[in-house]
T-cell receptor, first 115, second 113 residues
Framework: DQQVKQNSPSLSVQEGRISILNCDYT??????FLWYKKYPAEGPTFLIS?????DKNEDGRFTVFLNKSAKHLSLHIVPSQPGDSAVYFC??????????????FGKGTKLTVNP | DADVTQTPRNRITKTGKRIMLECSQT?????MYWYRQDPGLGLRLIYY???????NKGEISDGYSVSRQAQAKFSLSLESAIPNQTALYFC????????????FGDGTRLSIL
């Protein structure tokens, strides 16, 4: 029973274009969502997050959108750069107001940005 | 220097052996976590600790044990390793308080023959 789903194992985009990575969740208790980026031979690096009281959070080239009614979130990268090529993990947790505990991760989407 | 350091980075061992993976952090965080990643899968939580005296089981704790020796140190043990414990293991830390992201080490690649 996968609570966080990333249905696209891979995505390829051209440099300068928009990358859109999608994530769906099933647990209505989730109240905090995060995106992590992972390069080979390195640990996941925190990228951006959003709490359930918001529907958008932006940080530079990265924007996360949350649609609670659809239980869907997406990460937009504009413009995409070759250095963005990595595996992106969506993660969710609950009870975050009191401090995040257990993160539930999706399987990841491998993004390739072609020069 | 890395904020979250895992040792060893790679380990090959045999079935039945006892193995300890170590994690140390300089971030001053109270909360520490151990995750496991298998090919094509996301990370799954093994154990987590909110302080030295507080240790909790995660989603997949069977076959593993942990020790929180100090605020900065959290070790994961496999008492009798088996081949299906071959995986990539990550340690993470987070600060106390609302909406705090977890910060990960670079992982330990463990192979059990």
């Amino acid at each position: 029973d996968q609570q966080v789903k990333q249905n696209s194992p891979s995505l390829s985009v051209q440099e300068g274009r928009i990358s859109i990575l999608n994530c769906d969740y099933t647990n209505s208790m989730f109240d905090y969502f995060l995106w992590y980026k992972k390069y080979p031979a390195e640990g996941p690096t925190f990228l951006i997050s959003i709490s359930s009281i918001k529907d958008k959070n932006e940080d530079g080239r990265f924007t996360v959108f949350l649609n609670k009614s659809a239980k869907h979130l997406s990460l937009h990268i504009v413009p995409s750069q070759p250095g963005d090529s990595a595996v992106y993990f969506c993660a969710a947790t609950w009870g975050a107001q009191g401090g995040s505990e257990k993160l539930v991760f999706g399987k990841g989407t491998k993004l390739t940005v072609n020069p | 220097d890395a904020d979250v350091t895992q040792t060893p980075r790679n380990r090959i061992t045999k079935t039945g052996k006892r193995i300890m993976l170590e994690c140390s952090q300089t971030k001053g965080h109270d909360r520490m976590y151990w995750y496991r990643q298998d090919p094509g899968l996301g990370l799954r939580l093994i154990y987590y600790s909110f302080d030295v005296k507080d240790i909790n089981k995660g989603e997949i704790s069977d076959g593993y044990s942990v020790s929180r020796q100090a605020q900065a140190k959290f070790s994961l043990s496999l008492e009798s390793a088996i081949p299906n414990q071959t995986a990539l293991y990550f340690c993470a830390t987070s600060d106390t308080g609302p909406f705090q992201p977890q910060h990960f080490g670079d992982g330990t690649r463990l192979s059990i023959l």
